[in-house]
């Protein structure tokens, strides 16, 4: 009897353990989002979050790609210190890069070159960054992109390009592919084209 009681103890201190790690996730979602740096520094040094947790109610956004969307480089600096991945994407694939394109951030562009992330990366719908600071109007954007590309290719074919897959994308590019009406699948994509930044509208609240 004893045992079975410690057995059951053991998976609810586990469980709240789990709750613990979502929970503090969701407020460095929040404290990005929100600007608030000490915020950030105090719950990554925690060292129970996980600074590439993908939040589902905000189409998989990591803090990386609220930082990205804010344009804050001490935030970026600290989430890649502790981890974060360049690499991960939305659910229509969208990168951090993609999101400091439409956001006319360069500083932040700049700076995941210098990390040689993958900031020539295509969307679902085939868009790099490059083209989503073309649609949005960001013209050092796209001069800086213009030089960055090829530096990019470059980095990828000496092997220095580091971490740039999404375990997640495949499988869900795939499903998203299946979503599609048949004849649009190979030839109309673009047509379905819902933009990473406000596919959706939001009416949850964060978590906290």
Known sequence: MMACSMELLGKTADSVTELLKISDMTKLHQAVAAGDCNAVKKILKKGLCDPNYKDVDWNDRTP???????????????????GARPCLVTDVGWTAAHFAAESGHL??????????????????????????????????????????????????????????????????????????????????????????????????????
């Open 64 to 82: 990386l790609h609220w930082a990205a969307i804010r344009g804050q480089m001490e935030v970026i600096h600290l989430l890649i210190q502790y």
């Open 107 to 208: 500083n932040v562009l700049k700076t995941l070159h210098a990390l040689h992330a993958a900031i020539d990366a295509a969307d679902f719908f085939g868009d790099t960054p490059k083209r989503i600071a073309q649609i949005y109007g960001q013209k050092a954007c796209v001069d800086f992109l213009e030089k960055a590309e090829p530096e990019c290719r470059d980095h990828r074919q000496r092997g220095l390009l580091l971490d740039e897959r999404d375990p997640d994308w495949e499988l869900k590019k795939r499903e998203l592919e299946l979503s599609l009406p048949a004849a649009d699948r190979n030839t109309n994509k673009k047509n379905k084209r819902i933009r990473g930044s406000n596919r959706l509208s939001h009416s949850k609240a964060w978590r906290v």
